[in-house]
């Protein structure tokens, strides 16, 4: 939403232009959920594709907030193909964290993260996005506050280098090795 925000106040974006962005980024990201990421995973690993996508999503952002032209946000859409990697990856590492017993308050747990992150988001940026498209800005940068988004992308790239291997669960092994005796 801040996206949209800004675009509009800088670029004079119409709902037309958002509907446009949304399916753009909805075709791409299906077709690379459905036919692309199935293939990354085996071969790159969920780890992986979670740094891959958290990288390409903050240079989304650093496109975005550099944008000097109208069609800018339209190119930096096409990295969605792989931005999306970034969801199903970290529910499919804390899946593998978890017994099985455990799955629901697992993905619980990222929903609600993700909901508060939600709620927390817009009362951040907003304010910022209005300062810096205004004339009180400290500097003259009107997309400072989606390089914001790009540094807290970048953070989150840097913590995920930290993921090694996923391992699944032991005792989901326990239970299958004493099942098969």
């Not at 939403?1 to 909805?26: C, E």
């Amino acid at each position: 939403m801040i996206l949209q925000y800004y675009l509009k106040a800088r670029f004079h974006f119409n709902k037309n232009q958002f509907a446009d962005l949304m399916l753009i980024a909805g075709i791409i990201s299906t077709v690379s959920q459905l036919f692309i990421m199935p293939l990354l995973v085996s071969p790159i690993g969920d780890g992986r594709l979670l740094s891959i996508g958290l990288l390409v999503s903050c240079l989304n952002s650093i496109l975005n907030s550099l944008a000097w032209s109208a069609w800018v946000p339209y190119a930096a859409t096409a990295l969605s193909i792989v931005m999306v990697f970034t969801t199903p990856s970290l529910r499919s590492i804390v899946s593998k964290q978890v017994g099985t017993t455990e799955q629901g308050k697992a993905q619980g747990c990222i929903s609600g993260v993700t909901s508060l992150a939600n709620i927390i988001a817009p009362l951040i940026f907003s304010p910022l996005t209005a300062l810096f498209l205004s004339e009180e800005a400290p500097f003259h940068f009107p997309g400072f506050s989606i390089l914001c988004i790009a540094i807290t992308s970048m953070i989150a790239f840097i913590q995920s280098l930290t993921i090694g291997k996923t391992p699944s669960n032991s005792r989901d092994e326990n239970c299958s090795n004493s099942m098969e005796v």
